[in-house]
C-alpha cells in the first residue's frame, strides 16, 4: 500500500476480511497463486472472488460461444430421444437456457443462426447476473453498510 496511514490500512483490510469470510482460505490462496502468475498488479477482491468461483464452477464463466459449442455437441452425441442423457450431462445453467431454447428447436430447427442467437443471448443475460452475485453478494454488501455506518439498524 502506497499510503501509510495506520487507520485506512485498517480499515482496508477490514473490508477486505469481511468480503472474503465466506470464502476457505485455502480457495483465496489457490486463487491469489494464480493471479500473481498472470499478472504484475495486485488483485482486487472481485478478481480473487472471480477466480474461487470459475474453480468452483467452470460454466460461469463460459462464453456463450462455448456454451452453444457444447450443446450442438450434445445434439450430434444424444440425439431427440435420448435428452435424458443429454440433460444428465449438462450442469444446472445448461440444462436452464436448453429448456427455455427447447430440445427439439436444438435438434430440428433449420435456422440455426437465430436459435443460436436466441441461445447466446440467453446465456450472456444469465451468466451476467450470475457474475452481478457473485461480485459481492447482496447479504455481504448489507453486512459491510451496516458496520461501517451506511445503513442503520432498525430502532426497536
Same mark, same amino acid.
Given at each position: 500500500?502506497?499510503?501509510? $496511514? %495506520? $487507520?485506512?490500512?485498517?480499515?482496508?483490510?477490514?473490508?477486505?476480511? &469481511?468480503?472474503?469470510? $465466506?470464502? %476457505?482460505?485455502?480457495?483465496?490462496?489457490?486463487?491469489?497463486?494464480?493471479?500473481?502468475?498472470? *499478472?504484475?498488479?495486485?488483485?482486487?477482491?472481485?478478481?480473487?472472488?472471480?477466480? =474461487?468461483?470459475?474453480?468452483?464452477?467452470?460454466?460461469?464463466?463460459? &462464453?456463450?460461444?462455448?456454451?452453444?459449442?457444447?450443446?450442438?455437441?450434445? =445434439?450430434?452425441?444424444?440425439?431427440?430421444?435420448?435428452?435424458?442423457?443429454?440433460?444428465?450431462?449438462?450442469?444446472?445453467?445448461?440444462?436452464? =437456457?436448453?429448456?427455455?431454447?427447447?430440445?427439439? *428447436?436444438?435438434?430440428?430447427?433449420?435456422?440455426?443462426?437465430?436459435?443460436?442467437?436466441?441461445?447466446?443471448?440467453?446465456? $450472456? *443475460?444469465? &451468466?451476467?447476473?450470475?457474475?452481478?452475485?457473485?461480485?459481492? %453478494?447482496?447479504?455481504?454488501? =448489507?453486512?459491510?453498510?451496516?458496520?461501517?455506518?451506511?445503513?442503520?439498524?432498525?430502532?426497536?
Amino acid at each position: 500500500m502506497k499510503e501509510h $496511514d %495506520p $487507520d485506512l490500512n485498517k480499515l482496508t483490510a477490514d473490508i477486505w476480511t &469481511s468480503l472474503l469470510e $465466506d470464502y %476457505p482460505f485455502g480457495e483465496i490462496k489457490l486463487a491469489f497463486k494464480q493471479y500473481a502468475k498472470m *499478472n504484475k498488479f495486485a488483485p482486487q477482491v472481485s478478481d480473487l472472488i472471480g477466480l =474461487v468461483e470459475k474453480m468452483r464452477n467452470p460454466t460461469t464463466f463460459l &462464453s456463450s460461444e462455448e456454451a452453444w459449442e457444447i450443446a450442438s455437441k450434445a =445434439v450430434r452425441k444424444f440425439g431427440f430421444h435420448k435428452q435424458s442423457e443429454a440433460f444428465a450431462a449438462f450442469d444446472p445453467k445448461m440444462k436452464r =437456457v436448453v429448456k427455455a431454447i427447447g430440445w427439439w *428447436n436444438l435438434c430440428y430447427s433449420e435456422r440455426l443462426d437465430q436459435l443460436k442467437k436466441n441461445f447466446c443471448s440467453l446465456w $450472456d *443475460n444469465i &451468466s451476467q447476473s450470475e457474475k452481478e452475485e457473485l461480485a459481492l %453478494p447482496f447479504h455481504r454488501a =448489507v453486512h459491510i453498510m451496516k458496520k461501517y455506518g451506511e445503513i442503520n439498524e432498525p430502532k426497536k
